[in-house]
């Protein structure tokens, strides 16, 4: 199965933009791409996902690379309400396989 | 509104007194699944439904059982609760199988088995 892997915990400041990178370099020619961020005591939510060109929802942006080795994802303006855990996955039959993710703290 | 909701919410029970954990989504989904999260391990998928009766394992299905009678519901159920299955368990859905589509997760509920 194919791994990503994730910075443990990124910082940012409220109303800048972050940027949040994830590898997976052993990724198949048919794999997607999902972002999802849990807040706490939540649910995880879905923020987004791609296969190969760049996507843009009224949540984040998603940056591909050419070679599909790593990506990005981009909130455009954090927000204290962003703070959360996200995970990028790379899903298995419908099966999220969520890794220890990257902790977002954003300070005001 | 379009949701996962589950119940209970927290449940507190003994080792051996079968339980159940309600899950429902509003949205017609064909796609359901169960994950538990614990710390360290983050959430494994525990089983999974494409439709309605057909249900499959998914990485860790042991001491659990589901069923998936109508669309909208898919049940988990312990039938000798066991300390190791405390845990906190989200329920998942989406439009259909597959990779392409985002899943929608419930509130969570959280069990403690002692």
């Known amino acids: 199965d194919a791994k990503t892997t994730q910075p443990n915990s990124m910082e940012s400041n409220e109303e800048e933009p972050v940027h949040l990178p994830c590898n997976h370099s052993t990724i198949s020619g048919t794999d997607y791409i999902h972002w999802y961020r849990q807040l706490p005591s939540q649910g995880p939510e879905y923020v987004i996902h791609?296969?190969?060109s760049n996507v843009n929802n009224r949540m984040a942006s998603l940056a591909i690379a050419e070679d599909r080795k790593s990506s990005t994802l981009i909130l455009h303006r954090a927000t204290l309400r962003d703070a959360a855990v996200y995970y990028c996955i790379l899903p298995r039959l419908g099966n999220l396989i969520f890794g220890k993710g990257t902790k977002l703290s954003v300070k005001p | 509104e379009a949701q996962v909701t589950q119940n209970p919410r927290y449940l507190i029970t003994v080792t051996g007194k079968k339980l159940t954990v309600t899950c429902s989504q509003n949205m017609n989904h064909e796609y359901m699944s169960w994950y538990r999260q614990d710390p360290g391990l983050g959430l494994r998928q525990i089983y999974y439904?494409?439709?309605?009766?057909?249900?499959d394992k998914g990485d860790v299905p042991e001491g659990y059982k589901v069923s998936r009678k109508e669309k909208r519901n898919f049940p988990l159920i312990l039938e000798s609760p066991s300390p190791n299955q405390t845990s906190l368990y989200f329920c998942?859905?989406?439009?259909?199988?597959?990779?392409?589509?985002?899943?929608?997760f419930g509130p969570g509920t959280r069990l403690t088995v002692t």
């Open positions: 791609g296969l190969t």
């Open positions: 439904s494409m439709n309605v009766e057909v249900t």
């Open positions: 998942a859905s989406s439009p259909l199988a597959g990779d392409t589509y985002e899943q929608y």
